[in-house]
C-alpha cells in the first residue's frame, strides 16, 4: 500500500509521458517488487496462501492491462493532450484502489454470510466472459456511458482542456471542461472493472489480505504500465480471448467450489491448477498474438465490450 501511494505521489510530482524504454524499466521493476513479495510472503505463510497470491496477482494484473487498453481508447476519444494524461491517470488509479478495497470488503462479507454468492460470483463471470468472448474484436463505446450522457445534457463544458482544470470560469458562470468528463469516463469505467475483478480474485482465493494485496500490487506501477501499453497495442490482439477464458475458468471454479460446499462429491479445482492455467492462457495469448502480427501487419488489439456496437459504428470497427 505503501509502494503504491509513492508511486502515485512520484507520478503526480513528474507530470509528463514516459517513453517506451522507461515504461519498460519501471514495469519490470514493479512486476519484480510484486514476484518478490510474494516470495518472501509464500515463505512465511506457506506455499498454499502464496499460490493464491500468485494466481489472484496474475489475474489482476491482466484484468487492469484490459483496464488500460480502455483508458487508451478514452484519452484518444477526448483527444486528451499528453500533458494532462498523468492527471487523468492518477485519478483512475486512486479510483480503482478506493473502488476495490470497497469490493473487498463487501464481496468478504457476503461470502462469509451466504455460500451461495460463490454461484452469484461464478455465474457472473461466465456470463462476463462469454460477451467478452462474443465482442472481442470491438471497443467500447463512451456514448454507451451513461454518466457521460447525463453530463453532456446537463452541464457546460468548455471547448479546450484550460490548462488541465476539470472546471473554470466564463463570466459569472462556474463550467467544466472536457478533462472532467474524461475523469467521469474513466471513473464509471473503473466500477466496472472492480465489478469484474474483486469476484475473478475471490475465486482463487477466499483470504481478504490476499485479495487486498494482490490488486495493490496490479495498480502498482499502473502509470508506467499504461504508456508500455500504448506501445504494445497494436501486438496483443489475442488478450480480449485470453481474458474472456480465464474470467471463464474461474466462473467454473466458483461454481463448483459451491457445489463442493453442498455435496463433497463435487470436485473442486486445486489453486495450483488454476495458477498454471492462467499463466498457460495468457502465455498462449501472448505467442500467438506477436505470431499474428507478424503474420499480419495490419491486425490491432481491441480491449473487447460487453455490448454489441451496430456494424456502422466506428468504435466496432
Excluded: C
Excluded at 475458468?249 to 495458477?275: C, M, R, W, Y
Excluded at 501487419?297 to 468504435?315: F, K
Amino acid at each position: 500500500m505503501a509502494l503504491l501511494l509513492a508511486d502515485l505521489f512520484l507520478s503526480a510530482r513528474r507530470p509528463h509521458a514516459v517513453g517506451f524504454r522507461e515504461a519498460s524499466v519501471q514495469s519490470i521493476f514493479y512486476i519484480g517488487v510484486a514476484v518478490g513479495f510474494g516470495v518472501v510472503f509464500g515463505s512465511i505463510a506457506g506455499w498454499d496462501y502464496g499460490a493464491e497470491y500468485f494466481a489472484g496477482w496474475v489475474v489482476e494484473k491482466s484484468l487492469s492491462v484490459d483496464n488500460l487498453f480502455v483508458f487508451v481508447i478514452i484519452m484518444s476519444t477526448f483527444a486528451v493532450p499528453v500533458e494532462h494524461q498523468h492527471k487523468v491517470l492518477t485519478f483512475g488509479i486512486i479510483g480503482a484502489l478506493v473502488l476495490r478495497v470497497i469490493f473487498i470488503v463487501l464481496g468478504a462479507a457476503l461470502l462469509a454470510a451466504f455460500s451461495f454468492m460463490f454461484l452469484v460470483f461464478g455465474l457472473m463471470l461466465i456470463a462476463t466472459a462469454v460477451q467478452l468472448f462474443r465482442h472481442r474484436d470491438e471497443d467500447p463505446s463512451v456514448e454507451d456511458n451513461a454518466l457521460v450522457r447525463f453530463a453532456r445534457r446537463h452541464l457546460p463544458f468548455t471547448e479546450d482542456y484550460e490548462g488541465g482544470r476539470l472546471f473554470t470560469r466564463q463570466g459569472a458562470r462556474r463550467v467544466a471542461t472536457p478533462l472532467f468528463l474524461v475523469v467521469l469516463t474513466i471513473g464509471s469505467t473503473d466500477i466496472l472493472f472492480a465489478l469484474d475483478s474483486i469476484p475473478a480474485v475471490f475465486g482463487v482465493t477466499e483470504e481478504p489480505f490476499i485479495v487486498f494485496t494482490a490488486n495493490a500490487f496490479a495498480l502498482l506501477g499502473l502509470r508506467a504500465l499504461y504508456f508500455l501499453v500504448t506501445g504494445l497495442l497494436d501486438r496483443l490482439v489475442y488478450l480480449s480471448t485470453g481474458l474472456s477464458l480465464i474470467l471463464a475458468f474461474i466462473g467454473v471454479k466458483l461454481v463448483l467450489h459451491f457445489g463442493h460446499l453442498q455435496n463433497d462429491a463435487v470436485p473442486e479445482i486445486a489453486t495450483s491448477t488454476s495458477l498454471a492455467v492462467i499463466i498457460l492462457v495468457l502465455l498462449i495469448t501472448t505467442i500467438a498474438s506477436l505470431l499474428k502480427v507478424r503474420e499480419d501487419p495490419a491486425a490491432r488489439a481491441h480491449a473487447g465490450t460487453l455490448r454489441s456496437r451496430p456494424p456502422d459504428d466506428p468504435a466496432g470497427a
